[in-house]
């Protein structure tokens, strides 16, 4: 195993990165490129998918060359990915129809809510343990299919789009789906990204036809729906393509699943937390998809080749990361490292409270129609107290799930791994483990994420041999334990509920 390495693809919100990742699960190497994000219209966006494949040529060939291996040493390829962002293709000529519609796009608003008021929310989630909401790719597949600029197919008369994908001409899938297709030449995606279309029956574990037909959406769009780590491989990069060599992709999952693979929390119970753009909660439930009471999502957590499904629970926060990010884009800071020190200097909020909901709000509140709000401002309000209210949003916010994971699962969370890139802020991780009152463990590995998807695809060409070998590479940074009293945490815990009521069904228009 010694000159031989899996490569991982890392295609997320705000850009694309891949990693080379040695037999122990170490970095080797990695590149990274930013994308453009696209606003057409507030509450609208998108991505190029042309720009993101571009990309994932780029960082794919830099890691090697940051590494200084060739293709021929990749023993195989994963792919993770934003999850619920939806592309349209010419299966022809491989040109997407329109941008991507991105998961925080919230365009087909109205079309949730008229699906509520058909009362079909309850049937929606038994069969897919999903919410009604504009975050999944159903009502996006069907926008596009209505909606997809014709000028952009590059014909003077062109045919309708949803004549063409009746016709079996274009392609649909999401982003994983997208890179496979160009790496391979095949139309396939894994089981925990199917789940998150809102097309597909997790119980079946199969596209659903009442599905399809309600959201009018031709089966023949749809890619084969494989195990998360694929013995019989998703398909060979092309020898003659960029990379130069015949590697196999092997493995894929949405990023939230793929970060609770490369936790190693393979067991039901096991929970961990990534801190993006979004932040995802997820529990592993073993074999039983549990159903939500508590405004969770019930979901595939992976699959391996031969075994059966392993679900998970999720509480879905669309805001955390890009809370940060929107700090800087109206210059209260310059640089994300800022935000402990800025939060540090002051011993409290002062009452402030801000509930980040840019694209409304997921679990538990399930809110679309919910926008960003700062309260409790004073003229003593300085920008410390905005930025240190914007960091305990991010608890807030957790313990909003882990509350919901509790009372749904039975489980009781006393730790908690982390993961993502806000976790190398240690006074958030210390707050997160204040607000919430549970141990937060930070892995020595905190980008996990790409780490399951190269474990994924190692594990099906037997570079690995089992799951046991991963939690042995498997080690821990740093542990943080509540250090504030219960009753002060739930005290400034009962002030943010009240903070998110004044947010809730905000945006009319």
Not at 62 to 88: F, K, S
Not at 246 to 269: H, I, N, S, Y
Not at 475 to 480: I, L, M, P, T
Request: with cysteine; net charge negative.
């Amino acid at each position: 195993m010694g000159d031989t390495y899996v490569g991982a693809i890392d295609q997320g919100t705000t850009g694309t990165r891949c990693m080379v990742f040695d037999h122990g699960g170490q970095v080797v190497s990695n590149a990274y490129e930013k994308h453009e994000q696209i606003y057409p219209e507030p509450g609208w966006v998108e991505h190029d998918p042309v720009e993101i494949w571009e990309n994932t040529t780029a960082v794919v060939t830099g890691a090697l060359a940051n590494a200084g291996i060739g293709a021929d040493q990749l023993a195989a390829l994963g792919i993770t990915n934003q999850r619920e962002t939806t592309v349209v293709w010419d299966a022809a000529t491989g040109e997407p129809v329109h941008n991507a519609l991105v998961w925080q796009d919230r365009r087909t608003t109205d079309r949730i809510e008229e699906l509520e008021r058909e009362g079909k929310t309850e049937w929606l989630r038994e069969k897919t343990g999903l919410e009604a909401d504009a975050y999944f790719s159903a009502t996006k597949t069907e926008w596009l299919l209505d909606n997809a600029d014709p000028i952009k197919m590059e014909r003077t008369r062109p045919a309708d789009v949803r004549d063409r994908a009746e016709n079996g001409e274009l392609l649909v899938g999401t982003i994983d789906a997208w890179l496979v297709y160009n790496l391979t030449g095949t139309h396939v995606t894994d089981v925990t990204n199917a789940s998150r279309t809102m097309l597909f029956d997790i119980h079946e574990m199969a596209w659903d036809e009442d599905l399809l037909a309600e959201f009018d959406v031709p089966a023949s769009m749809l890619p084969e729906v494989r195990p998360s780590s694929d013995r019989d491989i998703y398909g060979y990069t092309d020898p003659d393509g960029f990379l130069g060599a015949e590697v196999p992709v092997a493995g894929a999952l949405g990023d939230q699943q793929a970060a609770l693979f490369g936790q190693t929390c393979f067991d039901r119970g096991d929970a961990k937390n990534t801190y993006g753009t979004g932040s995802f909660y997820l529990m592993n439930t073993g074999t039983e998809a549990v159903a939500s009471d508590h405004g969770l999502l019930t979901t595939v957590g992976f699959q391996l080749s031969g075994e059966p499904v392993q679900y998970a629970l999720e509480g879905a926060i669309f805001v955390t990361g890009a809370a940060i990010e929107w700090l800087q884009d109206v210059d209260l800071i310059a640089d994300p490292a800022e935000t402990a020190e800025l939060a540090r200097s002051v011993d409290s909020t002062d009452g402030v409270y801000v509930v980040p909901a840019f694209t409304g709000l997921g679990a538990p509140h399930w809110d679309g129609r919910a926008r960003g709000t700062i309260v409790g401002m004073t003229r003593g309000t300085r920008k410390a107290h905005i930025v240190r209210a914007t960091l305990e949003a991010i608890a807030y916010q957790t313990r909003d799930v882990a509350e919901a994971m509790e009372a749904d699962s039975g489980v009781e969370t006393t730790t908690l791994r982390v993961d993502g890139g806000a976790v190398r802020n240690n006074f958030l991780c210390q707050l997160q483990s204040d607000i919430v009152g549970t141990d937060i463990v930070r892995p020595e590995v905190d980008e996990t994420t790409a780490l399951g998807a190269a474990y994924a695809a190692g594990l099906a060409v037997d570079y690995w041999e089992s799951v046991d070998e991963l939690r042995d590479n498997w080690q821990v940074d740093r542990e943080f334990a509540p250090e504030m009293d219960g009753e002060t945490a739930d005290r400034k815990y009962s002030r943010w509920t009240d903070a998110v009521e004044r947010s809730l069904d905000w945006a009319r228009e």
